[in-house]
């Protein structure tokens, strides 16, 4: 059977899996709810909201350090969830797997421990498309260790091509750190590829796997990179809480980050010792119930069979995208053709702020700003876009029922 047949025999039922959103049964301002702004923030399906309910009503307490059986209890539901993220993402070991925050704080715990090993003069290769979570560290980073930022741009279907990639490596190079999808332009990165370039060169590689992980199988040792960080509200769970995949050998050998409970083995008057990972990378008491969300949310997504679930985000991905290209006073950033489940667009003549609430007055929910993508901004030549983004969720009524929206934007705006 072929993998296109495969696909076909495969019954993704998309209006059953919607009613898993109750949010989307409702109405705004007078419409029915057309959420397109999953690539910010995720919907919650009943499985996850009831599994945090269920652990706050029943199962809570602290983590780790309590000896009594509901505490126990609490403890193998939270490594359980870390064990859930494991298989996931088939990260080598549980010990790799620390929870944080989110992604941003993954990112800064990468800066704030590898970050310690680079000496002034060192190099990190970024690009202008990242978020501003996979920017900032970095400038920090480098103005207090007289670092030096090495900038790639996209090519013209909105990637960053191995090529130059190549060509920014150096001797000094120490870390490269890409989005492994573009919360903009809705593109997947040749990621594997990258980590090739950059194991070749002795360096290190973050990716930024927050868009990705939603739309796409991840095998973090096929990859082979040596950092993954990405969010839980993305990918169909609760806020507040995020992870950082770390090869063995960085989670065997990095220093803590935050100093407090957990991350200790002793402490005296003295001195410390630390914990092994991940614990010594996870100070204070962690977001319990959001981890126990979190491994909701994924086993929502591990029991969705992938490759119809993708086959049906392309093909309201090209619905979405043929839709904008046949509206005349409508401009698209990124590749003309490449159906995607993100899609970044400007009224022509109208602010994107304007758009946005016009289609809000219609029930449609999008994104209007920078992204917190200023730097490519920049390179567009533009100070913000409106952008659409879809889930798992989303269906063909949602994509005619903003095209709608925006043609009575543009009637009104132009």
Known sequence: MTDA??????????????AQFTVLSSTENGHPLCFLDTAASAQKPGSVIDAMSAFQRSSYAN????????????????????????AFVNAPDARCVVFTRGATEGINLVAGTFGATLRAGDEIVLSVMEHHANIVPWQMLAAARGLKLVWLEPDAEGVVAPQALEAAMTPR??????????????TVQPAEAYCAITRAHGA??????????????????????????????????PT??????????????????????????????????????????????PAITEAVGLSAAIDFVRTL?????EAHERGLGARLLLGLRRRNSVDVYGPALEA???????????????????????????????????????????????????????????????LDALDLAGRMLM
């Open 5 to 18: 047949a495969h696909v076909h025999s495969v019954h993704f039922d998309a209006a059953a899996v919607r």
């Open 63 to 86: 983590v780790h350090r309590g000896l009594y059986g509901l505490a126990a209890r609490a403890t193998e539901a939270f490594e359980a969830a870390r064990e859930a993220v494991r």
């Open 173 to 186: 190079t120490r870390l490269v750190a890409l989005s492994h999808m573009s919360n903009v332009f809705g």
């Open 204 to 237: 290190a590689i973050l990716l930024d796997g927050c868009q990705a992980v939603v739309h796409q199988d991840i095998d973090v040792q096929a990859l082979g990179c040596d950092f993954y960080v990405f969010s839980g509200h993305k990918l169909y769970g």
């Open 240 to 285: 507040g809480i995020g992870v950082c995949i770390m090869a063995e050998a960085w989670a065997d050998s990095l220093p803590p980050w935050q100093g407090g409970g957990e991350m200790i083995d002793r402490v005296s008057r003295d001195g410390v010792s630390f914990n092994v990972a991940p614990h010594r990378f996870e100070a204070g008491t």
């Open 305 to 309: 069979p992938r490759a119809a679930v």
């Open 340 to 402: 995607r489940p993100v899609v970044a667009f400007n009224l022509r003549g109208a602010h994107p702020h304007d758009v946005a609430q016009i289609l809000d007055r219609r029930g449609v929910c999008i994104r209007a700003g920078h992204h917190c993508a200023q730097p490519l901004m920049t390179h567009l030549g533009v100070t913000a876009t409106a952008r659409a983004s879809l889930g798992v969720y989303s269906s063909a009524d949602d994509v005619d029922q903003f």
